[in-house]
C-alpha cells in the first residue's frame, strides 16, 4: 500500500509555514499545545453561532496564533468577514472578551484580528465547508464535487483533488469517491498543496472530505 503522508507537515519549512508561532520549554510544550487547539475551537464554535449564511458556509480558512510572554495575538483570515461583522457588529470585542475570560490570561493581553482572504473558493477548508452544506441538503455527492471545482476554477488554481469517503448517498456498503481535476503533485516538496481534512455528519453517518490544491510553483 502506498503510505500517506499529511501534505502540509511534509512540506513544512519549504512552500508550507506553521500556524502557530511561539517558543515554550519542553515541560510546558503539552499545555500550550492544548490551549491553541482550545482558542481555534471556541472561534470555530463562536463563528458558527453567530454566522448566518445561506450556504451553510462558515468562512475560516485558517487561525494563526502567535504568542509573546504579555501578549496573544490570534489572526482569523476569512473569506467572508463582512457577513460576521454585519451579523454582530461588535463581535470580535465580544469574542475578545469571552476568550480572555476562558483562558484566564490575567497577565497576557489578547488581540483578534481579521484578514480576509482574495479568493476564498481557492481554500481548501472553505471548499470543505462548502461539500458538506451541499451533502447536509441531500444534493447528490457527484454535483457537490463539480460545483466545488467549478468555484476552484474562477480562484485560478493549478489543480484540484476531491475525496469523499463514507456512506454516500446513505448507500450501506461505504465507499471512497474521488475525482481530480488539473495537477496534483504531491510528491513534489517544492509544489506548494493546501490540504483539508473535514468531517460532516449527515442522517446516514459521517462522511469525510479531503480535499488537495495545488496552488503555484515547483
Request: proline share 3%; charged share 25%.
Amino acid at each position: 500500500m502506498g503510505q500517506k503522508i499529511n501534505p502540509i507537515g511534509f512540506r513544512l519549512g519549504t512552500t508550507q509555514g506553521h500556524h502557530s508561532l511561539w517558543f515554550a520549554q519542553p515541560k510546558n510544550y503539552s499545555e500550550g499545545l492544548q490551549e491553541d487547539k482550545k482558542i481555534r475551537t471556541y472561534i470555530q464554535n463562536y463563528v458558527q453561532k453567530n454566522m448566518k449564511t445561506s450556504s451553510g458556509v462558515e468562512g475560516i480558512a485558517r487561525i494563526e496564533i502567535q504568542k509573546r510572554i504579555d501578549l496573544i495575538q490570534i489572526i482569523i483570515y476569512m473569506g467572508f468577514p463582512k457577513i460576521l461583522i454585519e451579523s454582530r457588529p461588535r463581535g470580535i470585542e465580544e469574542l475578545q472578551m469571552n476568550l480572555q475570560k476562558e483562558f484566564h490570561s490575567v497577565n497576557r493581553k489578547l488581540n483578534i484580528a481579521i484578514t480576509r482572504i482574495e479568493k476564498p473558493y481557492g481554500n481548501p477548508n472553505i471548499l470543505a465547508e462548502f461539500i458538506a452544506g451541499q451533502l447536509k441538503n441531500r444534493v447528490s455527492f457527484r454535483k457537490a464535487m463539480k460545483k466545488a471545482i467549478e468555484l476552484t476554477e474562477q480562484a485560478d488554481t493549478k489543480g484540484i483533488q476531491v475525496q469523499i469517503a463514507g456512506r454516500i448517498d446513505g448507500k450501506e456498503i461505504a465507499r471512497v469517491e474521488w475525482i481530480r481535476e488539473g495537477r496534483v503533485p504531491l510528491q513534489t516538496i517544492r509544489a506548494k498543496i493546501d490540504y483539508c481534512c473535514y468531517t460532516v455528519r449527515t442522517i446516514y453517518g459521517v462522511l469525510g472530505i479531503k480535499i488537495w490544491i495545488f496552488i503555484d510553483g515547483e
